[in-house]
């Protein structure tokens, strides 16, 4: 091999070894998140879809993330799985110090929104949406960032199409003092609409809480549902057009 061809064959590899993810692979769809009387409460189903394909129904999407935290995601699920990875070396570089401290939902919060924006930066984001919620000395604490590092704390959160179809709901019958049985029904009514709107929900979630006295992640079970609306039965009914 002359020295063009080992120049070559060298820049062929350094392309190869700077590959981007330029498309999200199993992905999974919307978080909804909501604060509550004594805590906090997060709602994800538990599809993960290969393209348009609804390839797995068995993906847990919600995590607890050390003493304080509860962690969401929407979007590619190996990139999920990086972002936990990364997440259990801070929890565990936190506790070497043995100080009596832990790591708060903000301090979670706040690293991963460097994550995000430090990889968008690179250009070579993690795909995925995030909603961290958490509750520390009392003081309950939710939040999202996006793959671009845009984050935001508010009462009530939601990735995916739940930003558009579960927030309008939530900015109508949400209030500070639900009490927990007022909020599961509420994170269920918003599920219920994504599950007859979104064509990569599925009907298999969990609704993870969060208080002063730990994590609880329910075990997996399906919505009531009824498909017997007109609009359903007929959806082209009045419409115009060569379809």
Not at 20 to 38: C, E, F, M, N, Q
């Amino acid at each position: 091999m002359d020295s063009n061809q080992a120049k070559q064959h060298n820049l062929l590899g350094s392309e190869a070894a700077s590959e981007r993810t330029l498309y999200p692979y199993v992905t999974g769809s919307s978080v909804v998140a909501i604060k509550y009387k004594d805590g906090i409460l997060m709602a994800a189903d538990m599809g993960g879809s290969y393209g348009s394909t609804l390839r797995y129904k068995s993906v847990e999407r919600v995590k607890p993330i050390g003493k304080h935290s509860i962690l969401g995601a929407s979007g590619e699920i190996s990139d999920f799985q990086e972002i936990l990875r990364s997440l259990d070396e801070l929890i565990l570089y936190d506790n070497m110090w043995d100080d009596g401290n832990s790591l708060g939902p903000k301090e979670v919060h706040s690293y991963l929104t460097r994550m995000m924006y430090n990889r968008r930066n690179k250009f070579n984001p993690l795909w995925n949406s995030l909603i961290l919620g958490g509750v520390k000395n009392g003081q309950k604490y939710l939040g999202m960032v996006s793959m671009i590092g845009v984050n935001f704390e508010d009462n009530h959160v939601a990735t995916g199409f739940g930003n558009h179809l579960a927030r309008p709901i939530l900015r109508d019958e949400w209030h500070e003092n639900l009490s927990f049985e007022d909020g599961v029904k509420l994170l269920e009514k918003c599920m219920r609409v994504l599950l007859y709107r979104d064509r990569s929900a599925v009907n298999k979630l969990q609704i993870a809480k969060i208080t002063e006295e730990g994590v609880t992640i329910s075990q997996p079970y399906a919505l009531k549902t009824f498909w017997g609306f007109a609009a359903f039965e007929n959806p082209t009914v009045g419409a115009e057009g060569s379809w």
